[in-house]
């Protein structure tokens, strides 16, 4: 009976989900508060409609398009649908190859958009309404934008 190779690094794929927010002054272009990169987990429809069902061409897969705000700060269940508490609409991202096997997409928000709220993650979505989200990432701490400020984000999967 022939043994059984084991598996190697080279073959596994794996996915870590990290994002990003940053508050800069819409003046001066001055960062006046950044998030840092904090880790963002896949939802069970992330990883089944969003992964799986594109790379098999699966009919009603989604890819990302959109980037949402949430004041969720408790912690992510795989089975949930979406963050809770979004606010400010959803911003069609531009998605990027951030480095090999790393897709970004990024996406911001005006003086006189997505203020008023704490924020507390953030999740990519396929419509600018409706839907599931694939992922959603926590702040470590919530903040909140005023009018004199513009928000970037940016979510990563790395593929390694």
């Known amino acids: 009976m022939a043994r ?13 989900g ?6 800069q002054n819409a003046e001066t272009g001055a960062v ?9 987990g896949l ?12 790379v098999g061409a699966i009919a009603n897969s989604s890819r990302p398009a959109y980037i949402a705000l949430a004041t969720q700060t408790a912690a992510l269940t795989s089975t949930q649908d979406d963050p809770s508490g979004p606010f400010g609409g959803r911003k069609a991202a531009t998605f990027t190859f951030a480095a090999n096997g790393t897709l970004e997409g990024t996406a911001s928000w005006a003086t006189n ?4 709220s704490n924020i507390g993650a953030l999740s990519f979505y396929a419509t600018d ?3 599931s989200c694939a992922n959603v990432a926590l702040l470590a701490a919530t903040t909140s934008k005023s009018t004199a400020q513009t ?3 940016s979510l ?5």
């Open 4 to 16: 059984r190779k084991s598996k190697t690094a080279a073959d596994k794929v794996g996915i870590k």
């Open 18 to 23: 990290f994002a990003r927010l940053a508050l």
């Open 32 to 40: 006046e508060w950044e998030s840092g990169w904090v880790p963002n």
């Open 43 to 54: 939802t069970d429809i992330g990883l089944q409609h969003y992964l799986c069902g594109v």
């Open 113 to 116: 958009e997505a203020t008023g």
């Open 129 to 131: 309404t409706g839907g």
């Open 151 to 153: 928000l970037s984000a």
């Open 156 to 160: 990563q999967w790395r593929f390694a």
